[in-house]
């Protein structure tokens, strides 16, 4: 008999000894497992699912977020757009300049 019982399919195989299945651990099988490991941060809540912080995001919390998003560039850490070439500001929505070509 196991007390506390064990948890999330785990078999009581010896007096308060549980075995767990391959995606949880702990004496009552109560912490889930990850593969790949939560980051920045994030809490492995259930099998292999990351809750990440509020300024990540993706499977493991190694995307960061951006608000507003990068509309010419990229996230590059929360809150950061790295600009493309000739665009600049907290977006990377203003142009810094452009040039027209007429055909003469």
Partial sequence: ???????NHGECVAPDVC???HHWEG???EIP???MSCENNGTCIAPD???CTDEWKGPN???PICSPECVNGLCTSP?????SS????PACDILIFSRVYAIV
Avoid: D
């Fill in 79 to 83: 809150g950061v757009c790295t600009c």
């Fill in 33 to 35: 497992i990850c593969s």
């Fill in 27 to 29: 004496v009552t099988c």
């Fill in 86 to 89: 000739y665009w600049l500001g």
């Fill in 1 to 7: 008999v196991c007390e506390p019982s064990c948890k």
């Fill in 49 to 51: 699912t990351c809750l």
């Fill in 61 to 63: 919390c190694r995307s």
């Fill in 19 to 21: 075995r767990c299945t």
